[in-house]
């Protein structure tokens, strides 16, 4: 009988190996790289994350996809950039400060403690000397720094704009931040409107290049399409229509389709056109301020909706304008689905090709005039196809490219429109009244105006003694301490600005600070970015593919035309996966929904590589995966395969007999070199060397389901050429390989069956080690893995040239011992070949 101490090294377990590799790699620092390392340089970053406590299975799966890049890259010889930071700002540890009266710092210095622990204890490897966090000083200082540039530059200004504002957040939010349904994204409140001075980031002088620079990307296409649309560019013309009765006012339109001009009918203005007011008639004016009023609590996103009652969402001002092309008048009406903020404010309708202006016409008994010919047969509504214009004057005839050309020239030549080009996008509204954010540096002078703090001023910094009130206000606005400062320049008296910045400004530019942490004097230095910069591969949601990435890559075109950044940076992602979502109960597993399922448990029992692979092999990795009841279940057949393959380590370093007893070490006699132990290593050779070749091209690809399915199926034909008579050569050839491909998935495990085989080493552990490499010689495809299977149930697996017979193939599986057993002397009903790949027995 085997004695206690060597039960013990036989065994797999995975929290006593996980804790001992998680402290060789933090004395290690084996990836920790410096800026002058000679390697090929390859960034691998995950998106900043927030710091709301322990980690999820989202922050898991997230940061395993991660971890297992800047694993595989080094082992394929980069030099590989793995930093790691927290994005710390924001309103959870704020709301938590007014609920406990804490400060939010102490909040989120503990969850940053709890989340740092998590993904220790995941294995993820980082370089945590260059950790970097939001409210840290030093950080402050330069988002204030890059500000002051934006606002020397002209792109930071101040407005008085409407804004979205959260009643319960008692903050601005971006349009981004409000859910379809017209809700705050965070505390679900119905977001109103309201006028305020805010300051803004002029997004929009860089429309043109975020939209033409999409295309180099290797991103989602999914990704690029959502910015594209957010971005929306729009071609067509802008021209005036005088409005009857008013010598001096004018209605400006914009529309992509000027040649539809003809069949205009009506025109419809917004809510918030200054016109508005002028030309509303006073028997028009009850309704037309109701409508004005019920806007006022509707979201941009609500009013862009194709839902509702249009006689609701629509009403005449009793004015008419007069089209420039037929001469006829038209009605003006307001409706809440015109935006102030695109083109005018003001649309010309045609109905009988927009089917929101056909069914607005319809409702409000306005005329439809056709001005393309519709296809024989048509028996739609509204049509927006190809077709010759008809009942557009001198149009007539014309296709619809041509007719907009001309449209355009003839509003060139009477001197009232001309060519445009319109933008969905709007600049970035910046200003947040919340005290738990980066503090705008700017003051406010009755004499001198507004000013930004001197640099030798920075970083201004939110006080502690701050008083939360229940209210939910930021302390910032009623702290006079903070508040009411000296002027720079006159030296009379003044006040600070009070709101701070939103959070997306931190995540902005944090890549490029973890390029060069350490710098005092600039916020980050221009040769550290030149190596590292643009990031090559990125991991993140696709929730953010609009805020986070957009706001990221006009920050990176920004700083480089200000000269902070190297000129021919433009973007700064080079490749982005987004993975699927966890969702548990139908919903996006996360702390505010209160449906998390915590890692540590998991840490503390299976193992972290367990629930690894398990993320690994549960599915494409950008597809969402459901966590139900039988996840525990999938999570513990991991373990179990984990075991297995360490069963086959510790076996083949010291085999033993049917009743226990150590043989040799090393495997003791070799097998014979007789024809079937050739035949055997010749056949673990090709399936070795062929799951080396599928791994990695699963691995570059994102397929990292496939890839586990591939060392599965290798530790299977390990244990089947084995028992064939496979010598210890080609054994120990596919055993080292099953370790190395699963160096980047389950790191600890690995790690410890590696040092079992070779030794104990600080340099040359299994993640020292190069990544394998597939034999030419043995990818060829002059032999196949024929699959015997009985009633369609797998029974067996054949080596067999790809050209074989089907009576030869027939006779080699009915020879089969497993398939002997399962006919019982009687014989098959029928053979079904799909060969060289398959063979069923039907009995």
Same mark, same amino acid.
């Given at each position: 009988m085997p004695d206690e101490d060597q039960l013990e090294q036989d065994t797999y377990r995975p929290t006593k190996i996980e804790r001992k590799w998680q402290e060789i790699w933090r004395e290690s620092g084996i990836y920790e790289i410096d800026n002058d390392d000679p390697r090929p340089a390859y960034y691998v970053l995950c998106m900043y994350p927030y710091p709301s406590g322990q980690a999820h299975q989202g922050h898991v799966r997230n940061y395993t996809f991660g971890d297992l890049t800047v694993r595989y890259r080094t082992m394929c010889g980069?030099?590989?950039?793995?930093?790691?930071?927290?994005?710390?700002?924001?309103? +959870?540890?704020?709301?938590?400060?007014?609920?406990?009266?804490?400060?939010?710092?102490?909040?989120? *210095?503990?969850?940053?403690?709890?989340?740092?622990?998590?993904?220790?204890?995941?294995?993820a490897s980082y370089d945590w000397r260059r950790e970097i966090y939001s409210h840290d000083p030093a950080y402050i200082h330069f988002n204030q720094v890059i500000f002051?540039?934006?606002?020397?530059?002209?792109?930071?200004?101040?407005?008085?704009a409407p804004v979205n504002w959260c009643p319960g957040c008692k903050t601005v939010l971006a349009n981004e931040q409000v859910l379809e349904d017209g809700t705050c994204e965070r505390s679900g409140d119905r977001v109103d409107r309201r006028d305020l001075e805010q300051w803004f980031f002029k997004i929009t002088n860089y429309a043109d290049e975020l939209?033409?620079?999409?295309?180099?990307?290797?991103?989602?296409?999914?990704?690029?399409?959502?910015?594209?649309?957010?971005?929306?560019?729009?071609?067509?013309?802008?021209?005036?229509?005088?409005?009857?009765?008013?010598?001096?006012?004018?209605?400006?339109?914009?529309?992509?389709?000027?040649?539809?001009?003809?069949?205009?009918?009506?025109?419809?203005?917004?809510?918030?056109?200054?016109?508005?007011?002028?030309?509303?008639?006073?028997?028009?004016?009850?309704?037309?301020?109701?409508?004005?009023?019920?806007?006022?609590?509707?979201?941009?996103? *609500?009013?862009?909706?194709?839902?509702?009652e249009l006689d609701k969402r629509g009403a005449f001002t009793g004015a008419y304008a007069i089209n420039p092309f037929s001469g006829t008048r038209v009605p003006i009406?307001?409706?809440?689905?015109?935006?102030?903020?695109?083109?005018?404010?003001a649309i010309m309708a045609v109905p009988a090709e927009d089917q929101r202006d056909w069914d607005f016409a319809k409702t409000h008994?306005?005329?439809?005039?056709?001005?393309?010919?519709?296809?024989?047969?048509?028996?739609?509504?509204?049509?927006?196809?190809?077709?010759?214009?008809?009942?557009?004057?001198?149009?007539?005839?014309?296709?619809?490219?041509?007719?907009?050309?001309?449209?355009?020239?003839?509003?060139?030549?009477?001197?009232?429109?001309?060519?445009?080009?319109?933008?969905?996008?709007?600049?970035?509204?910046?200003?947040?009244?919340?005290?738990w954010g980066c503090p705008i540096p700017i003051i406010y002078c009755a004499n001198c105006g507004i000013l930004p703090v001197p640099d030798d001023q920075l970083p201004v910094l939110a006080p502690d003694d701050v008083e939360f009130r229940p209210t939910g206000e930021s302390p910032l606005s009623y702290h006079t301490g903070f508040k009411n400062v000296s002027c720079p320049k006159c030296q009379g008296p003044a006040t600070r600005e009070t709101d701070t910045m939103d959070t997306f400004v931190d995540s902005s530019w944090y890549f490029l600070r973890?390029?060069?942490?350490?710098?005092?004097?600039?916020?980050?230095?221009?040769?550290?970015?030149?190596?590292?910069?643009?990031?090559?591969?990125?991991?993140?949601?696709?929730?953010?593919?609009?805020?986070?990435?957009?706001?990221?890559?006009?920050?990176?075109?920004?700083?480089?035309?200000?000269?902070?950044a190297p000129k021919d940076l433009r973007e700064p992602f080079h490749r982005l996966f987004t993975q699927g979502m966890i969702r548990m109960d139908g919903s996006k597993m996360s702390k505010s929904k209160g449906n998390l399922v915590a890692p540590s448990k998991y840490y503390d029992g299976l193992g972290a590589d367990s629930l690894r692979l398990f993320h690994l092999f549960v599915g494409p990795p950008s597809d969402d995966v459901d966590w139900t009841e039988q996840t525990d279940n999938l999570i513990e057949g991991c373990n179990r395969f984990l075991g297995r393959v360490y069963r086959l380590v510790v076996d083949s370093c010291q085999p033993r007999d049917s009743k226990g007893t150590a043989l040799a070490a090393n495997g003791g006699t070799p097998n014979p070199p007789g024809p079937q132990g050739l035949e055997a290593d010749l056949g673990l050779c090709r399936a070795t060397h062929r799951a080396i070749e599928k791994v990695t091209s699963d691995i570059e690809r994102w397929s990292y389901n496939t890839a586990v399915a591939t060392i599965m199926d290798l530790v299977n034909q390990y244990g089947r050429y084995q028992k064939q008579g496979a010598t210890r050569q080609s054994l120990n050839e596919a055993r080292d390989t099953?370790?190395?491909?699963?160096?980047?998935?389950? +790191?600890?495990?690995?790690?410890?069956?590696?040092?079992?085989?070779?030794?104990?080493?600080?340099?040359?552990?299994?993640?020292?080690?190069?990544?394998?490499?597939?034999?030419?010689?043995?990818?060829?495809? *002059?032999?196949?893995?024929?699959?015997?299977?009985?009633?369609?149930?797998?029974?067996?697996?054949?080596?067999?040239?790809?050209?074989?017979?089907?009576?030869?193939?027939?006779?080699?599986?009915?020879?089969?011992?497993?398939?002997?057993?399962?006919?019982?002397?009687?014989?098959?009903?029928?053979?079904?070949?799909?060969?060289?790949?398959l063979i069923n027995i039907v009995i």
């Open positions: 980069y030099g590989v950039l793995s930093p790691i930071g927290f994005d710390s700002f924001g309103l +959870p540890a704020e709301n938590a400060a007014i609920k406990s009266g804490r400060h939010p710092r102490d909040f989120t *210095d503990e969850r940053i403690a709890e989340l740092k622990s998590s993904l220790v204890k995941l294995g002051k540039r934006f606002l020397e530059a002209g792109l930071a200004y101040r407005a008085s939209l033409d620079e999409l295309e180099a990307l290797e991103w989602p296409e999914r990704v690029k399409t959502m910015q594209r649309n957010w971005i929306g560019r729009s071609q067509g013309a802008e021209f005036s229509m005088k409005i009857e009765g008013l010598e001096d006012s004018e209605l400006k339109v914009f529309t992509t389709r000027p040649d539809t001009a003809f069949g205009m009918t009506y025109c419809v203005v917004a809510p918030e056109h200054p016109l508005v007011e002028t030309i509303t008639t006073s028997s028009q004016r009850v309704v037309v301020e109701e409508l004005i009023n019920r806007v006022k609590s509707t979201s941009d996103i *609500d009013r862009q909706s194709t839902e509702g009406y307001i409706a809440d689905y015109v935006l102030m903020g695109y083109g005018t404010g008994d306005l005329p439809v005039i056709r001005t393309v010919q519709v296809p024989d047969g048509w028996q739609g509504e509204a049509y927006s196809g190809a077709g010759r214009k008809i009942n557009s004057g001198f149009l007539d005839g014309l296709d619809i490219s041509a007719a907009k050309a001309k449209a355009i020239d003839w509003l060139e030549s009477q001197g009232i429109g001309t060519k445009k080009v319109n933008y969905r996008l709007r600049d970035w509204l910046v200003s947040r009244q919340r005290f973890f390029c060069d942490p350490w710098s005092d004097g600039v916020p980050f230095s221009q040769e550290a970015v030149s190596k590292w910069m643009p990031v090559d591969q990125y991991i993140g949601g696709i929730e953010h593919a609009i805020l986070h990435l957009m706001y990221a890559r006009f920050y990176m075109k920004a700083l480089a035309d200000l000269g902070l099953i370790l190395l491909l699963l160096a980047p998935m389950t +790191p600890h495990i690995a790690a410890e069956l590696w040092e079992k085989v070779y030794g104990q080493s600080s340099n040359n552990t299994v993640h020292h080690q190069s990544w394998p490499k597939a034999n030419p010689q043995f990818l060829k495809s *002059d032999t196949a893995t024929l699959v015997v299977q009985v009633n369609g149930k797998l029974r067996d697996r054949l080596e067999v040239p790809t050209n074989i017979e089907a009576a030869q193939a027939e006779q080699l599986a009915l020879n089969l011992p497993k398939v002997i057993q399962q006919l019982g002397g009687a014989s098959p009903k029928k053979v079904i070949c799909r060969l060289p790949n």
